[in-house]
């Protein structure tokens, strides 16, 4: 097959890529990929799954054809340099020569953030066609994994919302409503819990396969700021970050920034409000990868803007008229369009690719070290214990998951041991720091102290650009306990956790378990979805030698009830106590009808909510400002839940 027979995205969508009023859905742009997958030998494509409301997510590979036919191979190259037990550097040398350098570029995670979908089209469409040296380079050494949306819901939610109000007055407004089922906006803080379907997806299906040197993810931001936004990021840098990655992160941003000067693109401004803090935002710092960000002056989703000279300003000291190191070429307002931001867009990801290329040696070689010093840190703990018989057995294995999801090595002991002077029963597991990920675990397992940034003694602190903390053990209410001697152990290596069954002890007219363990909740849910009687004990509930806190659940015994609470036993971890009578004072339990109130915009807190509430059990009912006006509540909902929103906003 030859370049010819690759259409153009123009071709295939009957208008230039960027054209005013005009955008391609996820459908279309899927089908494009599919088009030029099938056309071209230096691409393939891949349907890794079904998003949350069954979209296909796709990941096109890029590179040349001899590089495509060997990727397994390059795959275990990365694998070697990654974790380079036993490596001679003789072996080292030989697979650093072999090795390509591996880019991942994601795009619009955030759906309002219309370019970057846009622009892959077109990125993909130069390397399957163009022969010039730079793009020969590009594909003979880097391999190039190119994600078109991190959330194709949000591309088809969007793309339908502008589409039926374009030549309105809401024409290029955002959907009142969030561009994830769930999170909204907040679908990038999820990369150090990965509750989403994507995220899941691109972690299992691309960073955990690949462990790319480079990632760039491609946003948009507000529209009356500077142009385009790149690295290096602000302090605070999360110290479990590798110095060399940190490094890696300004070289690159500089270099991209370097080739927007070059095609004079102005309004290009480093080191400015966003930082590297938290592994939410970025999995790729805790995993051998740097994490360029890049964020373009938004327009009205397609609709071009104007924006005089004085309608410009700035944050955190940024002054848009203002030529400095970090920002050299003003912009001085004017006309500004969804073109713009897809010529600044793949000006910067060829850089990015460019600069992959042209120091293949150099990046290779980085991830070599740090794969070295990971084995051998300088310092740190020796690693960390989860100690077993913890009040919430489900929280502990969730956070082992979350472990497992990031590459980090888990041991459980079969027999109990000492560390630190303290006894551990058997089943505790270890986390080891001197391993690739162990900064990964350090990062989600360790207290955050956020470091105290001032401009001078005299200044108030500066304001944190996000999140100030991400200990998951404490949000999961999980006992942690840092290691600091080397001990020997009795230890299996955990592939995936499984949670130790619960049983069905003794048999009677009722059947006791405890409320403190959140799958409880499930439980109760379950059984009172099924018809069962669940009440709740007001007093201590004492059996032979266990005491259940007050609030335990009590469900009266009908046919079908041993079944479900043995299938239960199993699924949640939960021991079922039979016993004759309730023992103490309880009250009756009935599911309540849930109002969950949505006001008319987008509340990633209220997506997140009827998540939790979904995975619980719980049955809801969104109410609107429309119903509350309304009045008569109760006759819609027992209780009624407001999630966090800005006062103003609420009606």
């Known amino acids: 097959m030859t370049k010819n027979m690759v259409i153009s995205p123009k071709e295939h969508l009957g208008y230039p890529i960027g054209t005013d009023r005009k955008l391609a859905d996820w459908s279309q742009i899927v089908e494009y990929f599919n088009l030029i997958g099938d056309a071209s030998p230096r691409v393939m494509v891949e349907n890794l799954g079904e998003t949350t409301e069954g979209n296909p997510f796709i990941l096109a590979t890029i590179s040349s054809p001899e590089n495509l036919s060997r990727l397994e191979e390059l795959r275990e190259i990365q694998l070697r340099l990654s974790n380079p037990v036993d490596l001679s550097d003789a072996e080292a040398a030989e697979l650093i020569e072999k090795g390509k350098t591996i880019v991942l570029i994601t795009c619009s995670v955030h759906s309002t953030e219309v370019g970057g979908s846009q622009m892959s089209m077109e990125l993909v469409h130069r390397l399957a066609t163009e022969d010039n040296s730079e793009v020969k380079e590009i594909l003979d050494n880097v391999v190039f994994l190119l994600v078109p949306s991190l959330n194709p819901d949000g591309n088809r939610i969007v793309v339908e919302w502008y589409e039926k109000y374009l030549g309105t007055k809401y024409e290029g407004s955002s959907p009142p409503y969030v561009y994830h089922k769930y999170a909204g906006h907040d679908n990038n803080r999820d990369w150090y819990m990965f509750t989403l379907k994507e995220t899941q997806l691109a972690i299992n299906k691309v960073h955990n396969i690949w462990h790319p040197q480079i990632v760039y993810d491609i946003h948009q931001m507000g529209k009356t700021g500077p142009r385009f936004y790149l690295p290096p990021f602000i302090d605070p840098m999360e110290p479990n970050v590798d110095p060399i990655l940190q490094s890696g992160v300004n070289f690159m941003g500089i270099s991209m920034a370097d080739a927007l000067a070059r095609e004079n693109k102005k309004g290009v401004t480093v080191n400015w409000v966003f930082d590297g803090w938290t592994p939410a935002r970025a999995f790729q710092h805790y995993h051998g990868g740097i994490r360029i960000l890049s964020e373009a002056a938004s327009v009205n989703i397609a609709s071009p803007i104007e924006l005089r000279k004085d309608e410009l300003d700035g944050r955190q000291g940024f002054n848009p008229h203002e030529a400095r190191w970090s920002h050299p070429m003003p912009w001085r307002g004017g006309r500004w369009t969804l073109r713009d931001i897809i010529d600044y867009e793949l000006i910067a990801a060829t850089a990015c690719l460019q600069t992959g290329a042209k120091f293949r040696r150099r990046w290779l070689k980085g991830t070599l070290e740090m794969g070295k010093k990971a084995l051998n840190p300088e310092n740190g703990p020796f690693g960390f214990v989860i100690p077993a018989g913890q009040r919430d057995p489900g929280a502990v294995n969730e956070l082992v998951w979350v472990l497992r999801m990031g590459d980090v090595q888990v041991d459980k002991a079969v027999t109990s041991f000492k560390a630190d002077g303290v006894e551990y029963p058997a089943e505790s597991y270890f986390i080891r720091f001197a391993q690739p990920y162990g900064k990964f675990a350090k990062a989600l397992l360790e207290k955050q102290v956020y470091p105290d940034l001032r401009d001078s003694p005299d200044q108030p602190p500066k304001v944190p650009y996000d999140v100030t903390g991400h200990t998951l053990s404490i949000q999961l209410g999980v006992d942690v306990v840092e290691v600091s001697e080397v001990f020997d152990a009795g230890l299996e290596v955990v592939d995936k956790p499984v949670l130790k069954a619960g049983m069905l002890i003794g048999e009677g007219k009722y ?28 007093d201590e509930v004492e059996i032979e030698d266990m005491v259940l806190k007050p609030g335990a659940f009590v469900v009266e015994s009908k046919k079908g009830l041993k079944k479900l609470l043995d299938e239960m036993a199993t699924e949640f971890g ?78």
């Open 574 to 651: 939960l021991d079922f106590i039979g016993i004759e009578n309730p023992l103490v004072e309880t009250f009756e339990i009935k599911k309540p009808r849930i109002g969950v109130y949505r006001a008319w915009l987008p509340n990633a807190d209220e997506g997140w909510l009827r998540m939790v509430l979904e995975e619980y059990g719980f049955d809801y009912v969104n109410l609107y400002p429309e119903d509350i006006r309304g009045g008569a509540l109760s006759n819609k909902a027992d209780v009624i839940i407001v999630p966090d929103l800005n006062r103003a906003l609420i009606m």
């Open 511 to 538: 059947y006791v378990f405890s409320s403190v363990p959140n799958y409880a909740t499930k439980a109760a849910n379950r059984l009172l979805k099924e018809g069962y009687t669940v009440s709740r004990s007001l």
